[in-house]
């Protein structure tokens, strides 16, 4: 080894390699390794107590964790719908704008600026029963009479969970979709009119099939973060009511810090990012099919 010098990239991208080692790699082993052994927070030396399987056994016959599985999936298909739809619509109204679209733009972006933990206290006031925005609304418009319960119920405070990650969320699609509306050449959407299309076809069959991509692409930014939701649900509700907004990682959460079963808990984990690899492989797929109908057609 003598007179051997390590090559110059190597050298340069040492730093960077140390400390994503530290950071990212020797973490990832070592959750993984807790996982296989019955290791709790309260009794260190069971770190090395291996147990094989028995963890992600134990997670297949859990109904706990399958409950805040399919919550977890439910949430994640229905605010991705929702998102896109109200995307796509604020999207195309911008695209339309004459004047101002840049100031448009602009505050279109403003939700993404603000944390998840910011934007769960801020939903977490206006749904209050007693002093919430949104009950002395509907009180003031004469929509109900009583103080709708909107996080003590179980369904209710699902729903206003599904607000918050709505409207802290459309944006990326509407900002990944404008891009696409802007890219989009104007000669195809002419020759449709030309051709006496509607302006439902020309959508349908032109607008829509191009912008289809961008769309894709927040789908597979909005499952990762979406599939590992945890702020919001935790400042909101922590969970409750009794448990029925209990998500993956609000579940992994409590398993691991509440009750101390690091093990479990880091093998729970494991299956939430199965999930998310699951979803994005899917919305990959998928944009992988729409560039290549894109490239054929155009």
């Keep these: 080894m003598k007179g051997w010098r390590p090559p110059a990239p190597f050298l340069l991208l040492l730093p960077a390699i140390v400390v994503l080692a530290a950071v990212v790699i020797i973490p990832l082993v070592l959750s993984l390794y807790s996982s296989f052994t019955a290791f709790r927070l309260t009794q260190p030396a069971s770190l090395y107590t291996f147990v094989g399987f028995r963890n992600y056994t134990r997670i ?81 418009l004469g929509l109900t009479d009583r103080a709708i319960p909107w996080l003590i119920d179980g369904q209710l405070a699902f729903v206003a969970i599904l607000v918050a990650e709505v409207w802290s969320s459309t944006s990326v699609f509407a900002i990944l979709i404008l891009a696409g509306l802007l890219a989009m050449p104007k000669e195809p959407i002419e020759a449709a009119r030309v051709d006496g299309c509607t302006p439902w076809q020309t959508f349908r069959y032109v607008t829509w099939p191009f912008v289809m991509p961008f769309a894709y692409i927040a789908m597979t930014i909005r499952s990762l ?74």
């Design 60 to 140: 297949l016959t859990d109904i706990e964790f399958w409950t805040a599985f399919g919550r977890t999936v439910l949430l994640l298909t229905v605010a991705l719908n929702v998102e896109m739809l109200l995307g796509l619509g604020l999207a195309m109204l911008v695209e339309k704008a004459t004047s101002g679209q840049r100031a448009l733009r602009t505050i279109m972006m403003f939700p993404m600026m603000f944390s998840p933990i910011l934007v769960g206290f801020q939903f977490k006031f206006m749904f209050n029963d007693n002093i919430g925005l949104i009950n002395n609304a509907l009180q003031s």
């Design 225 to 298: 973060d979406v599939a590992r939701a945890y702020d919001i649900v935790k400042i909101m509700t922590d969970g409750g009511p009794a448990k029925r907004t209990e998500l993956l990682w609000t579940l992994v959460s409590r398993t691991a810090y509440a009750d101390a079963r690091m093990g479990l808990a880091n093998a729970m984990a494991y299956a939430a990012i199965l999930l998310s690899i699951v979803f994005t492989v899917y919305f990959f797929r998928k944009l992988s099919a729409a560039r290549t109908q894109i490239a054929a057609e155009w």
